[in-house]
């Protein structure tokens, strides 16, 4: 079935990487995207990989995509306190519906000062 | 401001009352989409139109549920006789369906609480 897997909550302090992790299952996904929500807003796109790539990097942020144990990860660089926020991944795949998106439970991080 | 807009943002309701929710997509965008989102959850999908087309259903969505976008603009959202399980922040984003990675830009959503 369609599930995305996130660990529920990140710590690190200002200045260090986060590694934010996301499990699927749907092999059909062709995008895979990480939203970043602060509170009180909407989810804003950070970055998205299509299914082909194995790493996308956009300034301080790298996505590694590994197909074959269907994992996903978001580095941030030189995390700031401004990076506090809770991030999704989700999948879009052919499975089920192309123009559906599959979101995960959503990685709580908090960065220290 | 140019972005997603939903309104009320925030709407508290007595169980067994209809809401009606707003989304004003981008103007440009011929998709728009419906999720609902509860505490600790990421969003869940509940609904999508291409213009006035309303193209999936999840089966999330109830015969209490009903979305119309009538002209392929706005949307709305009503929830007919609600339950204290319909709490919960529901967000709408629209997309172009040409773009190439389909990217969703969300509003900011509307919070529903039923007592």
């Known amino acids: 079935g369609e599930d995305v897997e996130q660990s529920l909550f990140l710590s690190v302090r200002e200045g260090d990487s986060s590694v934010i992790n996301c499990t699927y299952t749907?092999?059909?996904?062709?995008?895979l995207y990480w939203y970043k929500q602060e509170p009180g807003a909407g989810l804003q796109l950070l970055t998205y990989?299509?299914?082909?790539?194995d790493m996308k990097q956009d300034q301080r942020l790298t996505v590694l995509l590994n197909k074959k144990d269907k994992h996903l990860s978001l580095r941030i660089a030189d995390t700031q306190t401004g990076d506090s926020a809770i991030y999704f991944c989700a999948e879009r795949g052919m499975k089920t519906s192309y123009d559906k998106v599959i979101f995960g439970p959503g990685t709580s991080l908090s960065v220290i000062p | 401001d140019t972005g997603v807009s939903q309104d009320p943002r925030h709407k508290i309701t007595k169980r067994g009352q209809n809401v009606t929710f707003r989304c004003d997509p981008i103007s440009e965008h011929n998709r728009l989409y419906w999720y609902r989102q509860t505490l600790g959850q990421g969003p869940e999908f509940l609904t999508y139109f291409q213009n006035e087309a309303q193209l999936e259903k999840s089966r999330l969505l109830s015969d209490r549920f009903s979305a119309e976008r009538p002209k392929g603009s706005f949307s709305t959202l009503e929830i007919q006789r609600t339950e204290q399980g319909d709490s919960a922040m529901y967000l709408c984003?629209?997309?172009?369906?040409?773009?190439?990675?389909?990217?969703?830009?969300f509003g900011p959503g509307t919070r529903l609480t039923v007592l």
């Open positions: 990989i299509f299914s082909n790539m």
């Open positions: 749907d092999s059909s996904s062709t995008y």
């Open positions: 984003a629209s997309s172009l369906a040409t773009g190439f990675s389909n990217e969703q830009f």
